[in-house]
T-cell receptor, first 113, second 114 residues
Framework: DQQVKQNSPSLSVQEGRISILNCDYTNSMFDYFLWYKKYPAEGPTFLISISSIKDKNEDGRFTVFLNKSAKHLSLHIVPSQPGDSAVYFCAAISYSSASKIIFGSGTRLSIRP | DSGVTQTPKHLITATGQRVTLRCSPRSGDLSVYWYQQSLDQGLQFLIQYYNGEERAKGNILERFSAQQFPDLHSELNLSSLELGDSALYFC?????????????FGEGSRLTVL
């Protein structure tokens, strides 16, 4: 059972435009959500997070939105830059479930010139 | 550089064999996590250790085992290997036993079972 789903395996966006990556989850008990970014031949790196009690968190060009009623979160990157081309993983934590961090399958973002 | 070191980076072996993957966490981090990433799959949580003790367990097969040593490095042992065990195995570390979200990942160990 995939508790965290990223239904778009890939996304192509023009440089300078907005990139929107989506993530859906099924467990309403998740307490915390995160986005990780992964370049080829490197491990994932933490990008941004949001607590389940908030609906928005912003860090520079990156904003994460959480819609708890829809069990949906999204990552907005504005403006998109070539260095943003990477695989983005959505992840979630439920502190009541032994603190396991559950990752989605990832979305490959390509920024075209 | 995340500060997490994984060895070996690449490993090719045959079915039925046993391998050991090693992870050195960031200096000062007490928790070590192991994740498996198969082709086009997400990161599957295997197991977490905190200061030498098993803290959480995920979808880890019985053929797999792990431990964390007093110096805090960790090893993931994979035995009776099958073709389906071919994957990228990531180790990550964090300062506390309770994940607040920010894990520091190594570059991974790519295992190929032929």
């Amino acid at each position: 059972d995939q508790q965290v789903k990223q239904n778009s395996p890939s996304l192509s966006v023009q440089e300078g435009r907005i990139s929107i990556l989506n993530c859906d989850y099924t467990n309403s008990m998740f307490d915390y959500f995160l986005w990780y970014k992964k370049y080829p031949a490197e491990g994932p790196t933490f990008l941004i997070s949001i607590s389940s009690i908030k609906d928005k968190n912003e860090d520079g060009r990156f904003t994460v939105f959480l819609n708890k009623s829809a069990k949906h979160l999204s990552l907005h990157i504005v403006p998109s830059q070539p260095g943003d081309s990477a695989v983005y993983f959505c992840a979630a934590i439920s502190y009541s479930s032994a603190s396991k961090i559950i990752f989605g399958s990832g979305t490959r973002l390509s920024i075209r010139p | 550089d995340s500060g997490v070191t994984q060895t070996p980076k690449h490993l090719i072996t045959a079915t039925g064999q046993r391998v050991t993957l090693r992870c050195s966490p960031r200096s000062g981090d007490l928790s070590v996590y192991w994740y498996q990433q198969s082709l086009d799959q997400g990161l599957q949580f295997l197991i977490q250790y905190y200061n030498g003790e098993e803290r959480a367990k995920g979808n880890i097969l019985e053929r797999f085992s792990a431990q964390q040593f007093p110096d805090l490095h960790s090893e993931l042992n994979l035995s009776s290997l099958e073709l389906g065990d071919s994957a990228l195995y990531f180790c990550a570390s964090s300062a506390s036993g309770r994940p607040t979200g920010e894990l520091f990942f190594g570059e991974g160990s790519r295992l190929t079972v032929l």
